[in-house]
């Protein structure tokens, strides 16, 4: 196994690949000195610094100026600085200057910037870069060089989620995803327990060996209240570009039909009852769905692959979307503020999509999502009944899938070995 800067923990662990029943420090030790002639090629007259430049990297800092990280950058070179205070191009750099960003200089000797690389916002891995031309200097936008490292991390959770990633230093966005992949089996609102482990390996493209984004979770396993869940992703390649999907070591896919809930984080302040005292009836009451309290403006996901059905105002729902799946289900969503942009009756949204927006519109007292789940147009308590799972692979694909994922369930069981000696 030659993965290196395995983090575990907080601390880093680097692995080598040692040949198979070598017993190291058993052999004796033995210091040889020797005078070796330089390689004709390395004989040659050195390199002038000012031809090959010095490369410099600096990360903005709170409050920073423009010329406060030139001058960190070791840039000294008042030409430079008037070039970026005056081209239009450049305006990106003084109005994205946000902490944490990591900017690159190749400078001469005496201080002139050569090349200034700057990462851009926008998702679209590209950079801002300056470079000095025969006749001064000229700005573009280009691709960033990157590169994609696959990172393996554990953790155990205290309190939450996010705060399990973060003291773990896991990115927001994968802790989402881990979220979604196991959003079927776990109701990350209610059954989350203290003690609770994960295990994640994903990409992290990264420049200049700094991480830009995250990219795929490639497997992961989530151990909740002592029982554990396994995923690895799979893309068939035979069955498009993109095919894809996260499923269990035998091949039986772990995407339920239905997520459990669809919002990512939030509170229940309402459960599935016969009878509910209704804040603004005042009055007695079936309540036939889940509440969930989030702030205005929260997206909601579609629950599951479907049709929309119906997009609009409907009485004591406020502003509604109701979806229906595989004939036999539909899902409601009411009290929206708002509708996902270009929503219609009749368009397809997989499961997922954000279809709105949570709201007080209707008969609610505060702003929540009310979700219905419905079989044959009875009412159903989504947390409660069982959800069907998605199609397992085929016999042809499930050796396509060991193939392609051996590898990285065998890293989640050296994370596991990992963690039960620590325990030990």
């Known amino acids: 196994m030659g993965v290196a800067g395995v983090s575990l923990f907080g601390m880093v662990a680097a692995f080598g690949t040692v040949a198979e029943g070598a017993a190291v420090g058993l052999f004796a030790q033995k210091q040889v000195v020797e005078s070796l002639p330089l390689p004709a090629t390395l004989m040659a007259e050195p390199l002038e610094a000012e031809a090959a430049g010095f490369l410099h990297e600096e990360r903005v800092q709170r409050g920073d100026t423009v010329a406060e990280l030139l001058q960190r950058l070791g840039v000294n070179d008042r030409e430079a600085l008037e070039f970026l205070r005056q081209n239009a191009s450049t305006q990106l750099l003084f109005r994205q200057l946000s902490p944490g960003k990591n900017l690159t200089a190749r400078t001469t000797q005496e201080g002139g910037l050569q090349t200034l690389v700057f990462p851009l916002n926008g998702g679209k891995d590209m950079a801002l870069v300056v470079e000095r031309q025969d006749k001064g200097f000229a700005a573009k936008e280009q691709p960033l060089q990157l590169e994609t490292q696959v990172v393996m991390k554990s953790a155990e959770v205290r309190h939450s989620l996010f705060g399990a990633s973060d003291a773990a230093g896991i990115p927001d966005s994968v802790a989402t995803a881990l979220a979604d992949i196991f959003g079927g089996d776990i109701d990350f609102h209610r059954d989350l327990r203290r003690g609770d482990r994960f295990a994640v390996i994903y990409e992290s493209i990264t420049h200049l060996g700094r991480a830009v984004r995250s990219g795929r979770i490639l497997a992961a396993e989530f151990t909740n209240n002592g029982k554990t869940y396994r995923a690895a992703w799979f893309a068939d390649p035979v069955g498009g570009e993109n095919a894809g999907g996260y499923y269990t070591a035998d091949g039986k896919s772990i995407r339920k039909a239905f997520l459990r809930s669809p ?3 939030s509170r229940i302040t309402s459960g599935f009852t016969t009878a509910r005292f209704h804040p603004v009836l005042q009055k007695w009451r079936a309540h036939k769905g889940i509440d969930y309290g ?4 929260t997206r909601i996901k579609a629950t599951g692959d479907g049709v929309v059905d119906f997009v609009g105002v409907k009485g004591g729902y406020g502003k509604v979307v109701v979806l229906r799946h595989q004939s036999r289900y539909t899902t409601l969503y009411g009290h929206l503020s708002g509708f996902a942009s270009g929503l219609r009756k009749g368009n397809r949204v997989n499961q997922g999509d954000i279809i709105g927006f949570v709201g007080a519109t209707g008969l609610a007292s505060g702003p929540h999502l009310h979700y219905e789940f419905r079989i044959g147009d009875v009412h159903q308590n989504p947390l409660a009944i069982a959800l069907p799972s998605a199609p397992p692979l085929t016999a042809q694909q499930l050796g396509r899938f060991k193939v392609q994922t051996e590898s990285h369930l ?13 325990v030990d």
């Open 410 to 422: 065998a890293r989640l069981d050296l994370i596991r070995s990992l963690n039960l000696a620590q």
């Open 263 to 265: 919002l990512e984080f």
């Open 294 to 297: 989030a702030p205005t403006g």
